[in-house]
């Protein structure tokens, strides 16, 4: 098959690599608007802290040529002719395919006034990512504002203190990250990032970004105004479809794609965080911008673009804060549980979401070796009423599963 894939993001190269492997004869051309070879977004914070490059470069740099892959950097997508089969580029170029993977990925952005100015900053790819990073270290930049408080945003607030600068973070809930952590949860994180030096402004309501000719700083809905030198808009991701309109593909928020990750124009599959696919606990159809989804999606797309006939499972919520000094994990929903089981001690947190006698959610902080059982008892969707309140607390694990399926109770119980 003569294929196309645009983006050589992890769901691209992943999709890419796929299409090589299961169809050697074939050829495949790999499109981004990235100068830089196939990366890992989650290792962009630690290549600007040390200089690595790897883990940034997952795959190596020499992937493409490695896999026979015909990668294009440089070359943005404007249009999709699906008449003709044919990927329209921004230079007028015009590449004919016979399949076409759709893995373009998305960038952050707030639903505020004033998003689009110039100078509103994106840390979502690596080229983003260089230009912000670069005022920081030509000096040009000392304060940064960033509006939202989700986990990218958290993430860069943690990389932007670390390299001097003074940075505010504006969050419309009172807590930090209030998609996956709970109020009480969110302390440990929220202790954690003001003893690293950033300055949270929560429940405060961001009316526009302002500033003329660039974004210079945020007007709160009460009038007050903030000003700094890096302006970051980060309530959420959008994924990027607008080379999509007229094009036939549907789209909500990202491109719709049925559980064979096809889209509604034959010959074009979607997958990584463009795609709108369903949750896997829940069945609601969101676009779950994560490493895992994106890499799980990409084979199954790829290989079905081939003519296979695999299913795709759904997409899952998972999240972990990697710079905080304390290990946080976050997976699963926090919306209408019919318990909450708890434990604390300091930063050692356990927060387990309960609908049906099963885990719809977990949130752990520190000791979080429990992450991996919750998430199996999760997905799995397995009764858990069993162990009580055990499943929170300090050493509940795999053994103590093992132990109650062959009748033994739990496992430290059965020891004491
Ligand atoms: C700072 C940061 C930290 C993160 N940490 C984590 C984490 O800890 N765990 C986790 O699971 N996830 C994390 N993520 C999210 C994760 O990186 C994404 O889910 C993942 O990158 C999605 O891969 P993708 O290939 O779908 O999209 P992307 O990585 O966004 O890649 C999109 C590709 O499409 C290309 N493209 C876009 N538009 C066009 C166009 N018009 N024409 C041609 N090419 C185009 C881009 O150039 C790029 O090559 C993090 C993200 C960031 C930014």
Same mark, same amino acid.
């Given at each position: ?47 600007? #802290? ?75 790819? #690596? ?175 790829? %290989?079905?673009?081939?003519? %296979? ?11 972990? #804060? ?83 399926? #062959? ?8 020891? %004491?």
């Amino acid at each position: 098959m003569r294929a196309i894939v645009i983006g050589t993001g992890p769901a691209g190269i992943t999709a890419a690599e796929t299409l090589r492997r299961l169809d050697p004869s074939g050829s495949v051309v790999a499109l981004t608007t990235e100068p830089f070879a196939p990366y890992s977004p989650p290792a962009m914070a630690d290549h600007f #802290l040390t200089g690595r490059d790897l883990p940034l470069y997952w795959k190596g740099q020499d992937v493409a040529d490695r896999l026979g892959i015909d990668e294009r950097r440089g070359a943005r997508v404007e249009g999709i002719d699906t008449g003709s089969r044919e990927v329209v580029l921004a230079d007028g170029q015009r590449i004919a395919y016979e399949g076409l993977v759709v893995a373009s990925g998305s960038r952050l952005h707030a639903p505020l006034a004033g998003a689009d100015l110039p100078g509103v900053l994106d840390f979502k790819s #690596l080229r983003t990512a260089t230009e912000l990073i670069g005022r920081v270290r030509r000096g040009e930049a000392t304060s940064a504002l960033i509006v939202g408080n989700g986990f990218i945003g958290i993430e860069l607030s943690l990389l932007l203190a670390d390299l001097g600068v003074d940075v505010t973070v504006i969050g419309r809930r009172d807590w930090v990250m209030p998609r996956v952590l709970d109020p009480v949860s969110s302390k440990v994180a929220e202790a954690a990032l003001t003893s690293r030096g950033v300055t949270l402004r929560l429940g405060v309501e961001a009316d526009a970004i302002v500033g003329d000719p660039s974004a210079t700083g945020v007007r709160l809905a009460d009038g007050r105004l903030l000003e700094a030198d890096l302006i970051v808009a980060a309530t959420g991701v959008k994924p990027h479809t607008e080379f999509l309109i007229g094009s036939g593909v549907e789209t909500g928020w990202g491109i719709h794609v049925d559980t064979r990750l096809a889209t509604s124009v034959t010959g074009i599959v979607a997958a990584g965080d463009v795609a709108e696919t369903t949750d896997r606990l829940t069945g609601e159809r969101y676009v779950h911008a994560i490493f895992p989804n994106a890499v799980a999606q990409a084979p199954i797309a790829a %290989a079905n673009l081939l003519g %296979a006939d695999l299913r795709y499972d759904g997409a899952e919520s998972m999240n972990s #804060l990697k710079h905080l000094g304390v290990p946080i994990v976050a997976m699963g929903t926090i919306e209408s549980p019919d318990e909450v089981l708890r434990w604390q001690e300091g930063a050692d947190l356990r927060a387990v979401y309960l609908r049906d006698d099963k885990i719809i959610g977990a949130q752990l902080a520190g000791d979080i070796r429990a992450a991996g059982v919750y998430h199996s008892l999760m997905v799995q969707r397995i009764p858990v009423d069993r162990y009580g309140r055990r499943l929170v607390e300090p050493g509940f694990g795999m053994a103590d599963i093992v132990f109650e399926a #062959l009748g033994h109770g739990s496992a430290s119980r059965s020891a %004491a």
